[in-house]
């Protein structure tokens, strides 16, 4: 990890989820966490959704987060049996995730993907104010990209494919945006809307 501002390195692991991790919690009034074109492979779920319980999840709860990369160059890759979201965030608002490639690398994990923890692409749960564009997102045991419980999100211009599941879901949101995005290969539905309000 390494501030932009001054070149020094901050923190440093051969894991890239504590990397993201570590970044986020430096940031704890928010900012920017950029990720040069590059795959890297997560053994553990970046934003730690604890184990897929959404009443005992010990997480960062740190808004303002931009999270992004060069494009589908910068690749975020699902270690095997990794089994979790290959980005999740919880109970935080304003986050901003864009130009990245997810890739959830289906074959290589073990875990069904019918339960707790979810094996989808960018899993945003409770949140305000949450944009996600310009993503590749592909190959999940369940969903591309999940938002839960949220309210005045946007999910903007994504290229969506092979996923084993819906490739886009909302659920139980309110006021959301789901504009522009490509959606392919979904082995259930497209773009699906589920759930009360």
């Known amino acids: 990890m390494q501030d932009c501002s001054t070149g020094s390195i901050l923190f440093y692991s051969a894991n890239t989820a504590a990397v993201i991790n570590h970044a986020i919690g430096y940031l704890t009034n928010g900012g920017k966490i950029f990720i040069k074109a590059g795959t890297y492979t997560f053994t553990t779920t970046p934003i730690n959704l604890g184990n897929g319980n959404f009443a005992a999840v010990g997480t960062t709860s740190v808004s303002g987060i931009e999270l992004y990369g060069e494009g589908s160059s910068t690749i975020l890759n699902a270690g095997t049996n990794m089994n979790g979201a290959v980005i999740g965030v919880l109970n935080a608002n304003n986050w901003y995730i864009h130009d990245l490639q997810i890739n ?40 591309g990209i999940y938002l839960v419980s949220g309210n005045s999100d946007a999910i903007l211009y994504n290229n969506v494919v092979n996923n084993n599941a819906n490739g886009i879901q909302v659920g139980w949101s309110t006021n959301d945006l789901i504009q522009g995005n490509t959606v392919n290969g979904a082995s259930d539905v497209g773009i699906s809307i589920s759930g009360s309000g």
């Open 104 to 143: 959830g690398n289906r074959a290589s994990q073990s875990g069904s993907g019918g339960a707790p923890p979810y094996l989808n692409g960018i899993w945003i749960i409770n949140s305000a104010n949450t944009t996600i564009e310009h993503c590749y997102v592909h190959d999940t045991k369940t969903v």
